[in-house]
């Protein structure tokens, strides 16, 4: 879905309502890719709160993802998480996502990851699967921001609708 007033009007309502508590679920992940070193660099925004509880509904325990017990452990929890569900393909293979890192700022967490070995992203379809926190909230909305071409590409992803394609 190419930027256009109504996906303006529902980002803007989704940051807005980020921004008050928290009644409304949703991702935010930007895709951003690098001619430079040949990679396409992946920042996700998670609300903390949902990360644990579908971290605890995928067989952990009763986990705080900012507690010094969970240190050593939790960013292969987290990575684990988010690579069984997300997935990118660039024309129908599938890429291997890398873990970078993570931060931590209030009630967010900032997952950053990386596909390496990305040659030539004109004229490739780009498809992605995004299903975080769908078994969790029937709500759920994964925005998906692609920064790849001269103009960004957006795709909102729900229950209902969790692939998209994108062609540059």
């Not at 040949?38 to 579908?54: C, G, M, P, W, Y």
Request: net charge negative; hydrophobic share 35%; proline share 2%.
């Amino acid at each position: 879905m190419i930027y256009n007033i109504k996906s303006l009007a529902i980002y803007f309502f989704v940051i807005w309502s980020m921004a008050q508590s928290h009644p409304f679920h949703a991702t935010i992940t930007s895709f951003n890719c690098n001619p430079n070193n040949q990679s396409v660099e992946i920042t996700i925004k998670l609300f903390t709160n949902d990360l644990e509880n579908a971290l605890k509904k995928s067989g952990g325990s009763n986990l705080r993802i900012d507690s010094e017990s969970t240190r050593t452990t939790i960013d292969s929890l987290i990575f684990d998480y988010i690579k069984n569900n997300l997935s990118l393909s660039f024309n129908d293979k599938r890429e291997k996502i890398l873990w970078v890192g993570k931060e931590f700022e209030n009630d967010i967490t900032w997952s950053y990851l990386e596909i390496k070995n990305i040659k030539n992203i004109p004229g490739t379809k780009i498809s992605i699967k995004n299903k975080l926190f769908l078994e969790i909230f029937d709500d759920q909305l994964n925005i998906c921001h692609f920064y790849c071409g001269e103009k960004p590409e957006t795709l909102m992803l729900h229950k209902e609708n969790y692939y998209g394609e994108i062609n540059f």
